[in-house]
Nanobody, 118 residues
């Protein structure tokens, strides 16, 4: 099992910045690609950004150029730097990792709330 704990959420004004962190503990052999997802009220959960163990990244079009995902493999931690925040970025942000050993085995954090005021 892998436990993921997100931190760094909060209230910020439009145009501001936040940095989210997600620390993974437990069975480190099941820590593979990591990613951030978000779910706004009344909407489905959507992908924000992902990063492989080798550092390859992928972003949703809506956050390209504003958000940056990174990871510290030594600390089993993934980060999401969010700049130029917009009210539509308001959501609960979740961290996920997928096991490189077992296909379809995913682990999720409990989420951290980001609120962007207009």
């Amino acid at each position: 099992q892998v436990q993921l704990v997100e931190s760094g959420g909060g209230l910020v004004q439009t145009g501001g910045s936040l940095r989210l962190s997600c620390a993974a503990t437990g069975s480190i052999f099941n820590i593979g690609a990591m990613g951030w997802y978000r779910q706004a009220p009344g909407k489905q959960r959507e992908l924000v950004a992902t990063i492989t163990s080798a550092g390859l990244t992928n972003y949703a079009d809506s956050v390209k150029g504003r958000f940056t995902i990174s990871r510290d493999n030594a600390k089993n931690t993934v980060y999401l730097q969010m700049d130029s925040l917009k009210p539509e970025d308001t959501a609960v942000y979740y961290c996920k990792t997928s096991s490189p050993r077992v296909y379809g085995m995913d682990f999720w954090g409990k989420g951290t709330l980001v609120t962007v005021s207009s």
